[in-house]
């Protein structure tokens, strides 16, 4: 079971595994903040500030496709939650290029490079799946974050 006292959790995607499940190549790590018990209204309103950047004549409300609404809670979570990352572009910068080591790192989802977009949406499912998984009370199969 995880620590109670943890602040912190790692998501890892783009790992390749064999016919066994075992991993033959890790993938990304991605480390978030434990979101707190706003986290739904706190990644809806960010969610709509999303929107609102990526296309201010909609003033951030409710696209009509799940798509849109899944991208911007991604990037919305993104943004709010992310620690540190074993990949540079969540920060804007692409292959090649390296942080500037004297600024704290912004998450900008605009700066997000095009062909990171279902990344972004990968990201976002695990990181939900992990909350939903630290709100269940108990010892569940994949362990609780809950005393």
């Known amino acids: 079971m995880p620590d109670v006292l943890q602040d912190t959790f790692d998501i890892e995607i783009n790992q390749v595994t064999d016919k066994d499940g075992q991993t033959v190549t890790p993938g990304d790590t991605f480390k978030f903040k434990i979101p707190t018990i706003k986290f739904d209204i706190e990644v809806s309103y960010r969610a709509a ?22 991208f911007s809670r991604s990037c919305a979570i993104l943004e709010m939650y992310l620690v540190s ?3 540079v572009w969540p920060y804007g910068i692409n292959d090649g ?38 709100r269940t009370r108990g010892n569940t199969n994949q362990g609780s974050a809950t005393a």
């Open 49 to 70: 500030d999303v929107r609102r950047r990526a296309y201010p004549d909609s003033q951030g409300q409710y696209a009509v496709d799940m798509a849109s609404i899944a």
């Open 85 to 87: 990352s074993t990949v």
């Open 97 to 134: 290029q390296t942080l500037d080591p004297s600024k704290q790192p912004a998450v900008d989802f605009e700066k997000f490079p095009v062909q990171y977009t279902d990344d972004v949406y990968k990201i976002g499912e695990a990181f939900e799946q992990a909350v939903t998984r630290f």
